[in-house]
């Protein structure tokens, strides 16, 4: 959601104005459920998130773009002193994300980084909800920096940058045939490194 916001909305309208014919449908769906839309040729381009490089060499006839770097952040609740090494977070208590999310993975390193079992009392999939949760205190948050840049942070809540926390990584996943990607697909993949790229910089 939070790469659909900040990297793919505000392409829509300048796509559409600037290459006339070609359509950009956004379909939001669960990554497994994705990457075999992909295989199937339903869809042109998968875009994956994955904590600190550990993106899987992609299947044979397949090739993964890097698109965007971002570090992960700690979401403090209203009334808890920041952080300022990673050491301050064995205590705390977390809202986790879905096992299926680099949010969890990362939340998963950061246990063994600290070499304790963490405190986890909710499980979530959206990052906007991990924000709501977190600002009426009911725990800490490890977040992407889009998710944070573009969400709202509720009153109160502190947002820490901690050496060590890592980086969220987004990729691009094509097919690649003697016809693919399309030419279609290669502008729209052209323009998300462009924007994101823009992003890295602003």
Known sequence: ATAIRALLLPLLLALEESMPGIEVIIEEVEERA??????????????????????PAPPRAMNDVPLLDESWLVVVPPGQAAPSTLSDLVRATWIDLDPATAGAFALARLSRQLGTPLSTRHVVDDYDVVLAMVGQGLGYAILPELAVHSGVVPDGVVVSSLPGLGTRQLVVRHRVTRTEPTSAARAVLEAMLVRAQALETG
């Open 34 to 55: 994705a990457l075999a839309q992909l295989r199937q040729g339903a869809l042109d381009l998968a875009l994956l998130e994955r904590d600190s490089h550990t993106l």
